[in-house]
């Protein structure tokens, strides 16, 4: 690690984690293993939205966007502050879906 300025550091060739706060950054290692635990118990439970039966030319869109805000939803909602405002971290698109399609 370089550091290129007061708050600028240069990371090359490792994996890192870091901590915001007190107390010790947990291991790389560690982090990405709980991140891959949580996304495979994510993505194999709950409900899914099938529209590959329909006519409908923007159901594919549709499913895309479903599942873009179900991600958007599990990182937005995974730490324990809110978001300031209802609209963080959505793209406009996904905003307006109901007047998109």
């Known amino acids: ?14 994996s890192i984690a870091v901590r915001f706060g007190d107390g010790d950054a947990p291991d790389a290692v560690d982090v990405f293993r709980a991140s891959e635990r949580h996304w495979q118990r994510f993505w194999s439970t709950g409900g899914a939205v099938d529209l590959s039966g329909s006519a409908d030319p923007r159901a594919r869109e549709l499913e895309r966007r479903i599942v873009l805000s179900q991600h958007l939803t599990a990182i937005n909602c995974s730490g324990s502050a809110t978001a300031r405002d209802p609209g963080a971290g959505e793209s406009p698109s996904a905003r307006d879906l109901e007047s998109d399609v």
């Open 1 to 14: 690690m370089k550091q290129d300025g007061a708050h600028r550091f240069t990371v090359a060739g490792r």
